[in-house]
């Protein structure tokens, strides 16, 4: 099948089609020989900030340890391997670092890295056999989008485990609301809103190097797929999810205005999309300043409105309400969640890896607004996920 069926809007489906299958095929009771109810060992490719916290809830899970550690800088992984335990022999530092974990006895990878590494390793860790939990967002391009749906079919041809780490699909709040717009509580869709408004993040380090640029990802367009796509999908997600549909096409306008002091990210996006059933969707976002925060979605049906609040309420009004309640501890409730998912789903033997395709069209949802943004034109969902460039990493300089 066809990359372009395959990612089509309307034969976007999860595990269509077949790919050759280049594993030897575990049985579901054992996990490279570890049996069912043992540790799962794991392995940390990005060893920074998100890294060390997301550790810390594998381990305080308890069905799973961490015995290798890999991240470009040598500082981090060694603190990194301090804290868990890691040998020094089982640190890797360089662009390669994950090629090096993956030759060593492990069940799964977790990937934490910056977003444009993210294909190249997933799809290394699910040909080296190992399961994969994987950060949002899973690429900052149209072929990272088609190659990681690649390795979640494959995933599941072979038997393992293929886990992307949203947390609004994780809460209960959510997904009972999302479960209700599904049932037509709201009646007829014919609008909505999708928000992700906060203020800067931080600078990693001074600006200068290809070091400090590595370290400053979050504001580099190449490596991090720029805030629409690195940060604002978390909103994008959740009103593809309420819709059940990718989006037709899009128009939109942003720019850098507000944070001009690092990289060449933009620090606002307004977007139009249009869905199905002519369902339009307006999206802004901004990443500077102070005095308002929010990440939205809301629809509004003829009956009623969803409304989602990263962090906040998530509830239903209108003719068949729904109380819902809040979500303060969305952020790490959500991850603990799906920490005990995979987990689950490794030892029971669930290869079905649902969470792959929502979180393709939800990325490529993401490029589609990007693109009518940066060329100020009307894009198609159609022609954007034919796209075949690529975002150049520019990694000249960088240590192998």
Request: aromatic share 8%.
């Given at each position: 099948m066809k990359k372009e069926m395959l990612l089509s809007r309307r034969h976007f489906v999860a595990g269509a089609g077949a790919a050759a299958v280049t594993l030897s095929v575990l049985k579901p009771e054992t996990v490279f020989g570890a049996t069912a109810n043992s540790k799962l060992e794991i392995g940390m490719?990005?060893?920074?900030?998100?890294?060390?916290?997301?550790?810390?809830l594998f381990q305080k899970h308890g069905g799973y340890q961490v015995v290798a550690a890999a991240d470009y800088f040598q500082d981090r992984v060694d603190a990194f391997g301090e804290k868990f335990g890691v040998p020094a022999d089982r640190r890797y530092t360089g662009l390669a670092c994950y090629k090096r974990l993956l030759e060593g006895k492990l069940d799964a990878v977790v990937i934490e890295s910056p977003p444009c590494f993210h294909p190249e390793q997933a799809a290394a860790a699910v040909a080296a056999g190992r399961h994969v939990f994987l950060a949002k967002p899973i690429a900052v391009d149209v072929p990272g989008c088609h190659s990681i749906e690649e390795s979640g079919r494959k995933a599941s041809e072979n038997k393992l485990c293929f886990l992307v780490d949203f947390q609004s699909r994780a809460t209960a709040f959510y997904q009972e609301a999302v479960q209700r717009v599904h049932n037509g509580d709201i009646g007829l869709i014919?609008?909505?809103?999708?928000?992700?408004?906060?203020?800067?993040?931080?600078?990693?380090?001074?600006?200068?190097?290809?070091?400090?640029?590595?370290?400053?990802?979050?504001f580099d367009i190449a490596l991090s797929g720029d805030i629409i796509t690195e940060q604002n999908i978390h909103a994008l997600d959740v009103c593809t999810w309420i819709l059940d549909q990718a989006p037709l096409k899009a128009i939109g306008r942003g720019g850098r205005k507000g944070r001009t002091d690092v990289g060449d990210c933009w620090d606002h996006f307004s977007v139009i999309y249009t869905f199905p059933n002519d369902v339009l969707?307006?999206?802004?976002?901004?990443?500077?300043?102070?005095?308002?925060?929010?990440?939205?979605?809301?629809?509004?049906?003829?009956?009623?409105?969803?409304?989602?609040?990263?962090?906040?309420?998530?509830?239903?009004?209108?003719?068949?309400?729904?109380?819902?309640?809040?979500?303060?501890?969305?952020?790490?409730?959500?991850?603990?969640?799906?920490?005990?998912?995979?987990?689950?789903?490794?030892q029971k033997g669930d290869f079905s890896n649902p969470t792959v395709s929502p979180s393709v069209r939800s990325n490529l949802t993401?490029?589609?607004?990007?693109?009518?943004?940066?060329?100020?034109?009307?894009?198609?969902?159609?022609?954007?996920?034919?796209?075949?460039?690529?975002?150049?990493?520019?990694?000249?300089?960088?240590?192998?």
């Open positions: 490719i990005g060893c920074g900030g998100r890294g060390r916290w997301i550790a810390d014919v609008s909505g809103d999708v928000e992700y408004h906060t203020g800067r993040l931080g600078i990693q380090a001074p600006p200068g190097d290809q070091e400090a640029r590595l370290k400053n990802w979050v969707m307006t999206f802004s976002s901004k990443q500077f300043g102070e005095g308002h925060d929010d990440i939205l979605c809301r629809v509004y049906g003829v009956d009623g409105t969803i409304h989602t609040h990263y962090g906040g309420e998530v509830s239903i009004k209108g003719k068949k309400p729904y109380e819902g309640g809040q979500t303060p501890d969305i952020y790490e409730k959500g991850a603990v969640t799906n920490i005990a998912t995979f987990h689950d789903s490794i993401t490029i589609v607004g990007r693109t009518a943004a940066y060329t100020g034109k009307e894009v198609t969902w159609d022609e954007v996920v034919k796209s075949t460039e690529r975002l150049d990493p520019k990694l000249q300089g960088l240590k192998d």
